[in-house]
């Protein structure tokens, strides 16, 4: 395993371009020099394609209206909360009902994400075709390089990722960055089995908590006891979205320190804005895990997301082989792809998923969602 993935994760510098226009000077021709030298490497490497760089420029971006998205998202979330206040606010845990709770707290998240992603620019071309890379480590190196527009916090995410490229088994082409909506996600826990695995699960963790309150000791049990675990979290996304809207303990497994530090700022910064900094937040519900999701407990988890739309087969199989050996029968896992039957052997999932789900994500208006059922 890479040092980057046992390492403490480090804590981001504030943004500055490259252009000398914020932040110490010293400090970006720094940033930019390591910039050079990682795009150097990655060349020697092979990991470089030459790059039609207008047509990736993030001013041609599908998610260029980042206010506008934004809006849209909060307006959802009000919506959504509306209704579910509505239909009882899940009374009895009703498996047809997917919970929305937290509805302060989804939206600051949402505010600070937005922020973070614009800021650091993970996604440079959001609405490049795959055949340019997406946002793939080559586009991020080739863009930065070619622009001269890198800030620090983007050249750390650099680093670490050519540190995992260099230290681990996995290529470059797993690090693609993308981001689900908020609304888009929540379309797909709509579906029953995702649906009744959450009433399950915020069941199991009311018994956890009262049986924790009877003997004053604290329950905390991450997303290992019957709870919301992602497997590739990214800067959170879709562990907040968990914590917050399902109102379960929620874990994320992310191999970039730059990555797991944003989520941990965005966390604390939540916190201290709904609640002045208390454990009673819902951001209380959610953590993140700076190592590879292979070593993750999941013997007891209720739900599992997959961030695999980049994955190479061979990390996928062995996620396959690590879900069907570990999970207990009647738990789900939403996967981005649907070749998690096939690579279980086809018994442990079965041989098609339990409901399929179409919904936009960063890359792609129409993006397929599978929900499978642990048999």
Known sequence: ???????????????????????????????????????????????????????????GSAMHDRAGVLAEEKAYVRAAGERWELSGGGDGDDADVAPLECLEEICEVLDRLHSLEATVGFQVC???????????LSTRLNWAANTGRVIRPQAQLLRDTASAVGECDYTADNFAYGSTPFSSWHTVFQSPPLAAAV????????????????????????????????????????????????????????????????????????????????????????????????????????VVMLASQCWDEQLFRATADKLAAELPTGAVVVDYGDKLGEAAGGTAFGAAPAAVVRAPVSWNRQQTFYVWVKT
């Open 199 to 302: 009433a399950r699960s915020r069941a199991a963790a009311r018994s956890r908590a009262a049986a924790a309150a009877a003997t004053t000791t604290e329950s905390d049990d991450g997303g290992g006891e019957g709870g919301y675990v992602v497997m590739g979290s990214s800067i959170g996304w879709l562990v907040f979205f968990g914590a917050l809207a399902l109102g379960i303990p929620s874990v994320g497994f992310e191999l970039l320190p730059s990555l797991v530090a944003a989520a941990e700022r965005t966390k604390a910064d939540v916190a201290a804005a709904v609640g002045g900094g208390t454990r009673s937040c819902g951001v209380s519900r959610a953590r993140f895990v700076c190592g590879d999701m292979l070593r993750a407990q999941v013997g007891t988890a209720a």
């Open 126 to 136: 959001a609405s490049a075709s795959p055949e340019l890379g997406g946002g793939s």
């Open 1 to 59: 395993m890479s040092a980057s993935a046992t390492s403490t994760a480090e804590q981001a510098p504030t943004a500055a371009s490259a252009d000398g226009g914020g932040g110490d000077s010293s400090g970006v021709e720094a940033a930019l020099a390591e910039l050079q030298r990682l795009r150097a490497r990655a060349i020697d490497a092979g990991l470089l394609q030459p790059l039609d760089m207008a047509a990736v420029a993030p001013s």
